[in-house]
């Protein structure tokens, strides 16, 4: 399978001072399903915001489908069209991402600025609303739903527009179980028809769930490892060095120990 | 849930290839201020919590560095010479280079300033027809002079030696009151400024409440650039004049209401903490005799200054 997303040696920093990334090399496969995992500030937003054609990079390059975007390619119309409809890119706040009046207007944004014929936006948004269990709410305003419901919303307002790569910034953080065990379906049904998916999270229940491709960050903003779910999952030396896991003291009935601490080694249900 | 998966979603997406258009997609100025603005403040407030503590002046108590600030202030407020302008511009730029700061970045900022808040607005009283005076540089004659409301237009227009001798003197001294007040601003973290004002007895309360609002004006940045990132990742083509005016009102609303939100809960954990309507900030450190040795250098040199 072909390489859709590739990023060469990419680094940024902020106000060019403090580092996010280092030296990122990485291969994202038509298709593929990725998790990118690493600790709190290691750059995985950064990362995503760069796949994304949001932020660019201080050294390195990124390239999609074999084309480089850069800024300036991303002010062609042509490209930029190419680019917003071929990858869709869900918030870590769906506050900041939802500004049209109601729910309905949210996932016909995307279709209306494709000039797409009504009848066919119309009939996308219905199949989203019903896909995600969102129906009832299509016409309340943004602000009136809870946190759950705004992901969905925001996660819909995506979909609508069919994006072949899907780039979701932590989704399952700050949400109820419902919510999140959802949303874990929804990612895998997703990458079943044939989308790439990339998760940035640093939530392992969530990658051992997708059971993906890793790419692991680590606190010096570099690639630690990239490798298959159960490889890196099983690999507590390198989780307890990005600070994935740690070791504490914990309660197991009438026992009380410490021990490094993942849900895949030694508490696995 | 598989099967419940929108029809077109299980259809590959269509097979679409790169076509530059050669057409530029232009962003509204909406847009471009939003960010503009979330970057600057941003970038100021990077600066500040980055500035070097190697240099001079970081070194230095921060109620000596207002007092200085307030000294130098009074004294290019009152002097009138070109020469203690030029002195005090030369004794700021050599403070500035002590203090390590990035000097091409530092004078952009202050040369900015001087020509909107200078030199724009007291250029128009270098013309003879608003001050009179020897005119050392004509631009161009009338048939006749004028009298037009309260001017006279002579019939040569020109620019005045006085005028220019004016407009170069109040440049200069915006110049360097902005100069200080940046280098101290650079050199200072923010809650050693407030711990600088709070020598100056100013009111615990007032003071709390610039801390507060310095805090979150980040946050506001944060938030408004952030925004600016969702629409741009939403946007496709070149969204109509009315939409992006909907856009900006409904962000204005959302954000606040975040900050609404988070106004009360800031409140509500001062108040878990004890909070009892006074406000007590901690005093600082005793000076070091570097602090004071610099504090008398600065006093000497200002009234030097000020007895040139």
Known sequence: MENIIKLENISYS??????????????VKAGENLAIIGANGTGKSTLLQIMNGLLFPSSGKFFLQGYEITERALKDKGILKFFRTKVGYLFQDPDIQ?????VLDELLYGPQQLEMDAQEAGERAQEVMEFLGIEKLKDRPTYMLSSGEKKKVALASILTLNPEILLLDEPTNGLDPRTQSFLME?????????RTIIVATHDLCLVDEL?????????????????PATEILGDLDLLLQVNLIHAHRHVHGSISHKHPHSHFEFHRH | MKDKVPSFLKKPPPLSFLKPSGQRQK?????????YLAVIIETAYAQWELASREGLLQKIDARIKVFFLLFFVFIISLKHSFAVMTGLGIFFFILAMLSKLNLIDFYKRVFLFSFFFGFLITFPVTFNFINKGKVIL????LSQPYSFWIYQIPQEVGLTKE????????????????????LIIYTTPFPEIIKG???????????MIIALAYKYILLFAQTAQAMHLAYKSRLITKSPKEFAKKWMASRLFILFKKNQAKGEEIFRAMLSRGFNNQIKFFNFRRPTWTDWLMGTFFLGLGILFLMA
């Open chain 1, 14 to 27: 902020y106000y060019y001072k403090i580092p996010a990334l280092r030296n990122i090399y990485l291969e």
């Open chain 1, 98 to 102: 939802l500004f049209c009046p109601t």
């Open chain 1, 186 to 194: 929804l990612m895998l049904a997703l990458h079943e028809a044939g």
């Open chain 1, 211 to 227: 059971q993906s491709s890793v790419a692991v960050l680590s606190e010096e903003h570099e690639i630690a490892k990239v490798g």
């Open chain 2, 27 to 35: 962003i509204s100025f909406i847009e471009k201020g939003i960010n």
């Open chain 2, 138 to 141: 004509p631009l161009f004659s």
């Open chain 2, 163 to 182: 005028g220019l001798q004016s407009m170069l003197l109040i440049v200069l001294r915006l110049a360097n009151s902005l100069t200080i007040s940046f």
């Open chain 2, 197 to 207: 004002l709070k020598a100056l007895k100013i009111p615990d309360s007032i003071l």
